[in-house]
Structure formats: C-alpha cells, structure tokens
C-alpha cells in the first residue's frame, strides 16, 4: 500500500493499519494457530480494523464477530452448487463496473476495496481490476446512467464506495446531481459499523452537497457489531445529517442463526436509528459453505422473530436470484 501523507484522514490512517496477517489476528485475540487455516487466508486475505477487533472476545473460538473474519480450513472444500458468481453479476455488467439488474436501479462497482474481509462475501471472487468504473473518472458509467432515464436510483456498491475519498467520490455525485432523473442515491457500506471514523466532516460535507435524497444501507449481523460508541456516534450523525438507515444481514450459521440473536440485532438497530430491511440467506458463493442456514430453519427463525418482535422490526427474509428481476422472498 502506498504511504499516506500527512494529511490523510484519520479513517484511512486506522484503514491502513488494520490487521493483514494471520498470525497477528490470532495473537491478538488469544487463540490457537490450529483454530484457522494459513491456505484459506491466502486464498481470500484477511483484513479487519482495529476498532472491530476490539469488539471480538479475546480467546473465544465461537465469538460471533470472529468467525465472519477467520479464515477456516472449510473455506478451501469444494461444495456441489457452490460458485465464483451467485448471484450473477457478470451477466448483468453492462459496463465496466455497472451492475443493471433491477428497473429503475443501477449498481456501480465503484471499489474493490472494504475495510473488513467477510469470509462470506459474495463477491470474494469478483474480477475487481477488470470492473472498475473509476478507471475512466466515472465518464462510461455517468454516460450509461444519462442515457438511461428510467433510471431512479444510483446504489454505490463496491468492495465498499466508502472506502474511497471525498476527492475519488466528488465527481461521480457532481455528475450524479446534474442528471434530474436521478432521484435517490443509496450507498451499500459496511464502514459505519467496522470503521465507524470514516463518517467525518468531509464526508457529510461531501453527503450535503448532493441536493437530493440519501440513502445508506448498512451491513450488521449481529447486536455486537453496534455496541461500541463510535459506531452510534457515527450512525447518530447520518441520522442527523438526512440520511435514512437500513440494515441488511446475512444468516449464517453460528453467528445469528437463532431467534434471540435476531431480535436483539433489530432492536439494537433500531436504538442505532437504523431500520431492519433484508435478512439474506447466504448467497452460495465458493468458500462459504459452512454459514449456510437452510430455508426450512430461516423460516422457523422468522416465525419466532414475528411472535417476538412488532412488524416494524422484523426484516424481510429474501434470497437473490441470478437474473430474477428483484429479491426473491422466502418462502
């Protein structure tokens, strides 16, 4: 990674300090070299701030937060219907890094870049340096949106566009704004929860200079995630700033795969002012077998969740189809 200057954000100071090996990971959390799998942390690597580290019991195998970020021997066993590519997104590239599945919506890849390795991650396999739309300063993607004016809402989607900076952001929502049929612009971060410092003045100053409405959707599975200030701090001050907070989890097994840690996430979202949108079953992408929930316990769990929690509160359970024209609903 190239050094930062001195004037870098302090975001991307904590960014580039995160933890990168293996060994350090489990130094630093107290557990036995056995416990995770130097292949699978070569085959996807790890990455994970300090500020979500710090969230991690030290010394318990089974901490929730722990096992979306430790590399683990089943990582590297073939499972029949397990792929690169789940959920499509190739097919659906109309242009390097423009992602048109769904009507009225668009998705720019805009980075390959996170803050945190999920082991889960549906597009660990994506071709990032083929699908960039950065690389020409956003013109082919601008270009694409203008000429489509069905277009109503932009997703920024990555890797996390976050982890980009105000200065790589500007021109893509300048360019954004000067086309009136763009109606909302809805950001897909993780950043809020595992680097919650990257919401600074620059980014809300950045956030209030597009004139129209702002959506982010935030990823947190489980209540834990959220329990740390900095991260209410920094989804206090979306709040604050207009900008309206979803939340969409993945079931996964051991982590949230059970009634009790469901409603404790929506209702810590919902003290977060973040509402519950989506709970995903696991998209069946190479390397993530071992999360996989099956339909017939999401099901159970969702039931329990609606005899637990007001309607409000209960996210929707979907999975995502590749070439279906939105999230298919389960069942």
Not at 60 to 87: I, M, N, S, T, Y
Not at 189 to 206: K, Q, Y
Not at 282 to 300: I, K, S, Y
């Amino acid at each position: 990674m190239t050094p930062l200057t001195t004037t870098a954000a302090p975001w991307s100071h904590e960014l580039a300090g995160a933890v990168r090996e293996l060994p350090e990971l489990l130094r630093l959390l107290d557990l036995p070299a056995e416990l995770a799998d130097p292949g699978a942390a070569r085959s996807f690597r790890v990455l994970v701030p300090h500020s979500y580290l710090a969230r991690i019991q030290p010394g318990r195998a089974d901490d929730p937060l722990l096992l979306q970020v430790l590399p683990q021997a089943q990582e590297l066993l073939e499972r029949p219907g397990f792929l690169a590519d789940p959920v499509g997104d190739r097919s659906a590239e109309v242009s390097a890094g423009v992602l048109h599945k769904y009507q009225g919506r668009v998705l720019l890849v805009t980075s390959g870049a996170c803050a945190v390795h999920c082991r889960y991650c549906f597009r660990r396999h994506f071709p990032y340096s083929e699908a960039s739309p950065v690389r020409d300063e956003w013109r082919a993607a601008l270009e694409y949106v203008r000429k489509h004016t069905g277009i109503h809402e932009v997703i920024l989607s990555g890797g996390d566009p976050l982890t980009l900076s105000e200065r790589r952001l500007a021109p893509l929502l300048d360019g954004l704004a000067a086309l009136p049929h763009v109606r909302t612009l809805r950001f897909h971060s993780r950043l809020p929860v595992v680097l919650p410092a990257r919401i600074d003045t620059a980014f809300l100053a950045l956030l209030q200079h597009f004139p129209r409405r702002k959506v982010m959707v935030i990823h947190a599975n489980h209540a834990r995630e959220l329990q740390a200030d900095d991260v209410n701090g920094a989804l206090t001050t979306l709040d604050q700033a207009g900008v309206t907070l979803l939340n969409q989890s993945v079931l996964l097994r051991g982590v949230n795969d059970s009634v009790t840690a469901l409603a404790a996430l929506s209702e810590t979202l919902l003290a977060s002012r973040v509402m519950p949108y989506y709970l995903h079953l696991l998209d069946r992408v190479a390397g993530a077998a071992h999360f996989e929930v099956t339909e017939v316990r999401a099901l159970e769990l969702m039931a329990g969740l609606r005899r637990q929690l007001p309607g409000y509160l209960v996210p929707r359970l979907v999975r995502e189809v590749a070439g279906a024209p939105s999230k298919v609903p389960v069942p």
